[in-house]
């Protein structure tokens, strides 16, 4: 059996699983204007703090899709032990936030193997995904599709 095939196995024998929890890190408000910049959404909930503190969060908060875009990067810390190298976003099942993300906050990512499904030369897995924020609040759920290649 080869190495993809090994951890495609080993996968399987993971399913209902924790997979692993990223670092946290902080959420700027340079990060949240970069993020604005490059996404063309410049509503001033996230990125002009003095007009947010007078918006419905009291103060500047993270887009949700700012959130939601740091998967790759909390799976890349969190899921390194599952063994692929090769992987490609298929999408989402399903996608909530749950609760605004100040600046000045940390967040991770938590993931759990919920189902593993052969596609071709690949896997498809089914990513139960969960990014707190502190102190101790969920931002954001979602059920993740990476399909894993050889």
Not at 84 to 113: C, H, I, S, W
Request: with cysteine; aromatic share 10%; hydrophobic share 45%.
């Amino acid at each position: 059996m080869n190495s993809f095939a090994s951890a495609v196995a080993s996968a399987e024998q993971r399913v209902g699983s924790e997979i692993g929890k990223s670092d946290w890190i902080e959420i700027t408000q340079d990060r949240v204007t970069a993020f604005g910049g490059l996404t063309l959404d410049f509503d001033p909930h996230h990125i002009d703090p003095r007009q947010a503190a007078d918006g419905p969060f009291g103060q500047a908060v993270a887009h949700g899709f700012m959130v939601l875009s740091l998967l790759t990067h909390f799976l890349y810390e969190a899921g390194g032990e599952l063994g692929f190298t090769q992987n490609v976003n298929y999408g989402f099942d399903r996608v909530r936030f749950v609760a605004p993300v100040p600046v000045g906050t940390k967040v991770r990512g938590e993931f759990m193997l919920k189902e593993v499904q052969r596609k071709g030369e690949g896997a498809l897995l089914t990513l139960g995904v969960t990014v707190r924020c502190t102190p101790d609040t969920t931002a954001l759920v979602a059920e993740w599709k990476v399909l894993v290649l050889p």
